[in-house]
């Protein structure tokens, strides 16, 4: 009886770490997923992504992961989308800040560049 306690923590054990480990490899694809943009190092994060959501996926129930796909579509719902125009009209405002600011800095620019020259044409 006691073997089999002790046997039970232990796999006990070996889970919590499997699980901090899994955890540690998705941390760490999700890190440097951007870091190293080849098509190798894309293909093997994708399969780190889809063996860590396989585990998981069998780790949890049928009815959590219903609840939890019922609970992702609710919040995509919720999400406001912008219209056409709208973003039309962003675009076109920071447009327009952007050349204005460009100008103000080209203006700047050369204001001060004809300081300097005066200052050492002297």
Known sequence: MKNINIINKIN???NKKK?????IIL??????LNKFNSIKN??????????????????I?????????????FEINKIFWVSYIETFKNTFIITIIIILFSLILYF?????FYLINSIINM
């Open 27 to 32: 941390f760490l694809n999700i890190l440097f």
């Open 61 to 73: 129930n049928k009815k959590k992961i219903s609840i939890l796909l019922n609970e992702i579509y």
């Open 42 to 59: 894309t293909l093997l994060n994708l399969i780190i992504i889809y063996i860590n959501f396989i585990i998981i996926i069998k780790k």
């Open 12 to 14: 006990l054990i070996l």
């Open 108 to 112: 700047f620019d050369n204001i001060i």
């Open 19 to 23: 699980n901090t480990i899994l955890l």
